[in-house]
T-cell receptor, first 110, second 112 residues
Framework: NAGVTQTPKFQVLKTGQSMTLQCAQD?????MSWYRQDPGMGLRLIHY???????DQGEVPNGYNVSRSTTEDFPLRLLSAAPSQTSVYFC?????????FGSGTRLTVV | GDSVTQMEGPVTLSEEAFLTINCTYT??????LFWYVQYPGEGLQLLLK?????DKGSNKGFEATYRKETTSFHLEKGSVQVSDSAVYFC???????????FGTGTLLAVQP
């Protein structure tokens, strides 16, 4: 199915653990981004990429790394998980007049 | 800088009631404006958009008119259904970076 695929859907981590949230799109979109969604905060941009090999920081990049080796994939890495990173994470790719979002990853850090 | 302000929720309505969710914005120039909807347990979906002043976006019975005089893009629906229960986000692209800026979201709960 065409769209943005995120895995896993749910994850529980212990403080200090690392993990990678996967994001893949099959629409050949150049622009991809990661957001986190927290109650009362809306969606905040973590990192984004305008094409393979190019990434940049968004509004809340600390504690997260990204890379973009292919057009299709844009993984988000948590280097050392903290309880403050408990959130729902959305990956999105952009077409001309709007974004396509994945279904999200609900992450809990204990 | 560019920003979006939405009315706080939750908004609770009975089925077939009229819905208005207010959205105002601050931006340089006249950016495109969007409404996204997030159903429970899902990601955001584009609901409607307007690309220039005085445009009206519409989809699934929802409408929003781009009003530059009041810098508003209020979402309306004449008769809501239980299936419309979701979180609604107003958004616009940042004028400098073109990255999407979201409002905080408004939870709509429609009761039968």
């Amino acid at each position: 199915n065409a769209g943005v695929t995120q895995t896993p859907k749910f994850q529980v981590l212990k403080t200090g653990q690392s993990m990678t949230l996967q994001c893949a799109q099959d629409m050949n979109h150049e622009y991809m981004s990661w957001y986190r969604q927290d109650p009362g905060m809306g969606l905040r941009l973590i990192h984004y990429s305008v094409g393979a090999g190019i990434t940049d920081q968004g509004e809340v990049p600390n504690g997260y790394n990204v890379s973009r080796s292919t057009t299709e994939d844009f993984p988000l890495r948590l280097l050392s998980a903290a309880p403050s990173q408990t959130s729902v994470y959305f990956c999105a790719s952009r077409r001309v007049h709007g974004y396509t979002f994945g279904s999200g990853t609900r992450l809990t850090v204990v | 800088g560019d920003s979006v302000t939405q009315m706080e929720g939750p908004v609770t309505l009975s089925e077939e009631a009229f819905l208005t969710i207010n959205c105002t914005y601050t931006a340089t120039g006249y950016p495109s404006l969007f409404w996204y909807v997030q159903y429970p347990g899902e990601g955001l979906q584009l609901l409607l958009k307007a690309t220039k002043a005085d445009d009206k976006g519409s989809n699934k019975g929802f409408e929003a008119t781009y009003r530059k005089e009041t810098t508003s893009f209020h979402l309306e629906k004449g008769s809501v259904q239980v299936s419309d229960s979701a979180v609604y986000f107003c958004a616009l692209p940042n004028s400098a970076t073109n990255k999407l800026i979201f409002g905080t979201g408004t939870l709509l709960a429609v009761q039968p």
